[in-house]
């Protein structure tokens, strides 16, 4: 390959792994992507091992999107395998749908009660609506105050806790708002337009995306190892935005996660793709992996088990929605203001936000299109 790296990607996950993409296509420049990681695809990264087993090292990823033009982008590199994802909870002896809805209902609450509750909701809200618990708990109706009190002490409370090892009222609002309460009986967990899975797997979809002329990966390769070589690239960075700089603001809080695997031998060993266990100690979640991949030779079953992050002996997997991290984050954002025109952060960790996968690759291609500084450097040649 000839002429010089005038772009350095950090981090070749979903952000930067598009962000390269997008540039050696749309540029026709010259991208130098890295990770320090073995593998492309960042938490995306899946594959099978010597028994056939189709895993998702970082958790269980599905992917779903309500935009077009990021399915038509992402269907140049993959085909698809329909999945529509479907999850319950458990709650007491019961197995009920999550989110919560009508039928939901019926199966917690016998008869009459139920009844009350879904008129009541859907006098209110309307039939149909997806409404936050937040929302319910704001109502001033009894029979529906009441309901939403047993959501949030049977289903929500522990597993906010679980997961993030804080109160509800210490996160921030967004994070209640991410839990609703479906009026229907629509039993999917996601309802965007767009739900499938990558039919060779996401790593297969990374490779497809980064065959190309001007992109040179480097695996294993950590960014502050080859700055220095590539002294005139523009840089985007997707690893995390403290880690920059050397965490000179403090430290930014994170949440991780251990996935204890078990393997099953049939598939579809759980009746949906994934179960939460509110009441359960220590683990939130199992979800039975051959419902999302397909695979047909048994299961994989993943328990997820939150846990306090430590640099450098787990994964900084979760950004944590706190006004306390949000006001950390600041100086951070002041910081990386100043170096743009040279260095651009992006992506879960770069902007310290939670996306989906969907929404890391608009970020990404949001980037690329619009960054009017980008424009003006091709205007100059
Ligand atoms: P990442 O995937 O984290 O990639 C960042 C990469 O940068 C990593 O590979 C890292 O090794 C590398 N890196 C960092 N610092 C450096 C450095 N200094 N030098 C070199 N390399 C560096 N989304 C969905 O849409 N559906 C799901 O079902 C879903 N499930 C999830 C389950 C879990 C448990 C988690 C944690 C996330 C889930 N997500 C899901 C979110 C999804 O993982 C993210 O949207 C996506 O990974 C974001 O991509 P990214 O490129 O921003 O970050």
């Known amino acids: 390959m000839s002429g010089r790296i005038r772009w350095l990607v950090a981090g070749a996950g979903f952000t930067g792994a598009v962000v390269a993409e997008r540039i050696a296509r749309t540029r026709g420049e010259r991208v130098l992507i890295v990770d320090r990681r073995d593998h492309l695809a960042g938490n995306a990264f899946d594959f099978t ?30 085909g698809w395998r329909p999945y529509v994802h479907r999850t319950m909870v458990a709650i007491g002896d019961h197995l009920v749908t999550l ?3 009508l039928d939901s209902l019926h199966q917690i609450f016998p008869g009459r009660d139920a009844d009350m509750i879904s008129a009541a909701l859907v006098a209110e809200h309307g039939f149909g609506r997806r409404v936050t618990i937040g929302k319910l708990l704001d ?3 009894p ?5 939403a009190h047993f959501l949030r002490d049977n289903v929500y409370l522990n597993y906010v806790r679980k997961q993030w090892d804080l109160d509800p009222e210490e996160l921030s609002p967004s994070v209640l708002a991410r839990l609703p309460v479906s009026i229907s009986h629509d039993d999917r967990y996601f309802q965007s337009r767009h739900q499938a899975m990558p039919v060779e797997g996401y790593a297969a979809l990374f490779e497809r995306m980064l065959a190309h002329p001007k992109i040179e990966v480097a695996l294993r390769t950590e960014f502050s190892d080859v700055r220095a070589d590539h002294p005139t690239a523009r840089v985007v960075y997707t690893g995390p935005i403290d880690a920059y ?13 251990r996935f204890d695997l078990s393997f099953a031998a049939r598939k579809n060993i759980q009746p949906v793709g994934t179960i939460s266990y509110p009441g359960a100690a220590g683990y939130t979640r199992i979800t039975d992996l051959s419902h999302i991949t397909g695979q047909i030779n048994g299961s994989v079953l993943v328990k997820e088990f939150p846990e306090a992050y430590a640099r450098g002996r787990n994964e900084p997997f979760y950004p944590v929605p706190t006004p306390q991290s949000a006001q950390m984050l600041r100086p951070y954002v002041e910081a990386a203001r100043k170096l743009r025109g040279k260095v651009w952060f992006a992506g879960r960790l770069g902007d ?15 980037l690329v299109d619009k960054e009017p500084r980008w ?5 100059r040649r």
């Open 375 to 379: 424009r003006s450097m091709t205007l």
């Open 49 to 78: 091992d010597e028994a056939g087993n189709i895993i998702h090292k970082y958790g269980p990823h599905i992917f779903h999107t309500g935009s077009d033009r990021i399915w038509d982008y992402l269907s140049q590199f993959t």
């Open 245 to 257: 700089f050397d965490h000179r603001y403090g430290e930014l809080p994170y949440r991780s996660v």
């Open 143 to 147: 029979t529906i105050i009441e309901f």
């Open 139 to 141: 109502s001033s109706t």
């Open 352 to 366: 310290y936000a939670y996306y989906n996968m969907d929404q890391a690759c608009g970020r990404a291609m949001a």
């Open 99 to 101: 989110p919560f809805n």
